[in-house]
């Protein structure tokens, strides 16, 4: 079993910036994946950047550029790290984070609410 802790998540005004960090502990040897989804009120989640074991990003068309993932690890956790600058109000959401292991098993966060206003 994985467990996964968010937190940074706030209110910020357009054009700030907020950090997520979300942390896996217990099993997590076998994890291989791991990536930032989004939620808005009324819409579907989405993936917003994901990284490998192997250090490989990939990031959704409406936050590259401006957000920014990354990886760290202890040894016994292993952590995602979202760098979020240049904010917008199309930004605000409910942030998970998620966890690929091996086996297939799939984990996730209970998410850090993201608002962007003035």
């Known amino acids: 079993q994985v467990k996964l802790v968010e937190s940074g998540g706030g209110l910020v005004q357009p054009g700030g910036s907020l950090r997520l960090s979300c942390t896996a502990s217990g099993r997590i040897f076998s994890i291989y994946h791991m990536a930032w989804y989004r939620q808005a009120p009324g819409k579907q989640r989405e993936l917003v950047a994901a990284?490998?074991?192997?250090?490989?990003?990939?990031?959704a068309d409406a936050v590259k550029g401006r957000f920014t993932i990354s990886r760290g690890n202890t040894v016994n956790t292993e952590s995602v790290f979202l760098e979020m600058n240049s904010l917008e109000p199309e930004d605000t959401a409910v942030y998970y984070c998620?966890?690929?292991?091996?086996?297939?098993?799939?984990?996730w966060g209970q998410g850090t609410q993201v608002t962007v206003s003035s």
């Open positions: 990284v490998t074991i192997a250090g490989h990003t990939n990031y």
């Open positions: 998620n966890a690929l292991q091996y086996g297939p098993d799939s984990y």
